[in-house]
């Protein structure tokens, strides 16, 4: 048989709230005309569907795990990519490196060379990439 | 001939590089937002824990019991840190994605460079200093074309690759709080009413002591109603920010339109609302 999933166990819980607000509203409503033992009935079972309730909104959230180790794993592995490109773009030492690219390419403009400039600007790529 | 030829290959890289400057101011106001307002989680001051401490205190106060230690809370306390590291996940990634984008990151000084280029030997070269100042220029422009272009691409890649996992994540945090945690908090709110009822309904209390009684029901009831107006409103803004990542991902090859540009404006304004609207409601 399939598990259930977080949010059928998340209905699951919405639906014993929605019962537990129906017994506790029963039980205002008629409280005068309910004998002492029928009032405590109703009070245990409104406090028991409750407690349902409650326990099944944690484990629900409990199983979104199973719901997310995917895309969980995915970001992580994304973002962990994002940081490896921005430090290579503000590491003290790529900074040296480009700007020794710079100057080849300052150079590189000076001699007019439009293929000069290109393989100058080859080397800073290197230089970040690196 | 020779001299106009590389003069006019000079021109024609300086306009590639600056027909290739991009600006990603739009991605970057989009991003650092929804960073702020993601982090407006820490600012909830509720979790799954907190609220089975808060139940299991009401039990104590009512069996008249002062042993707290027999609060058991181990499982909501899983599930809090599997929020926490859900949140983390998205956090870290819109993070990473301000930093990319921000246009202060490949703002590389190099007037250092030109002093030193200027006073020293380059090669066969004579360097003036004029020369240096208006060649300085044009490697400025060329070094900003090649790294925009650079963060451009790869923006564009973690964007298309993240477009799915993010808004899952963001759907399921957003699941965690306004689906269960939003849903815990209805079950107290119908407990405190519950508990108040038979204390109304007890003839050996006075009235003073039952208005008293009524004021404090009131009270706490909105306690409850304040906390639930947090997570309504930070569920909006994850919504808000889900939204605006599709928009960035269905747009990511025409990052330069105008239309989009404004569209992730937007979608920073709109976040900014939300987080004024959430720190009202700390207020």
Known sequence: ?130 | MKQHLKQFGLAIMTFIALSSCVNLKHVNEFSSTSLQSIKSFEELNYSFKQNCIDQCIRNNIHDLKINSESCDCKLDKVTDSITLKIYGSINGYFDGLAKLSDNDLTSYKTENLETALTEGDFGSITIEKKHVESYSKVSKILIRAFTDSYRKSKIKGYVKEANEPVKELIGFLDFNISANLNGKLDVKKTRIKADYFDLLKDNSLSTVEKRNSVREYYSEINEIDNQQKKLETYSKSLNKISKGHQKLYDNIDKLSVKEIKQALFQYASEIKSIISEFKKIEE
């Open chain 1, 1 to 130: 048989m399939a598990k259930l999933t977080s949010k059928q166990v998340n209905e699951i819980a919405n639906n014993f709230l929605a019962l537990a607000q129906s017994i506790g509203e029963y039980r205002y409503k008629n409280f005068d005309s309910l004998t002492k033992t029928q009032n405590k009935i109703l009070r245990e079972s409104h406090k028991r569907t409750l407690d349902y309730s409650d326990d099944l909104y944690t484990l629900s959230a409990t199983l979104v795990m199973n719901d997310i180790k995917n895309s969980l794993t995915k970001l992580e592995s994304i973002t962990k990519k994002i940081k490896k490109s921005y430090k290579s773009l503000e590491d003290v030492q790529k900074a040296i490196n480009i700007a020794t690219s710079v100057v080849t390419l300052g150079a590189s403009i000076f001699s007019l060379n439009p293929q000069a400039i290109i393989d100058s600007l080859g080397n800073l790529k290197d230089a970040i990439e690196d």
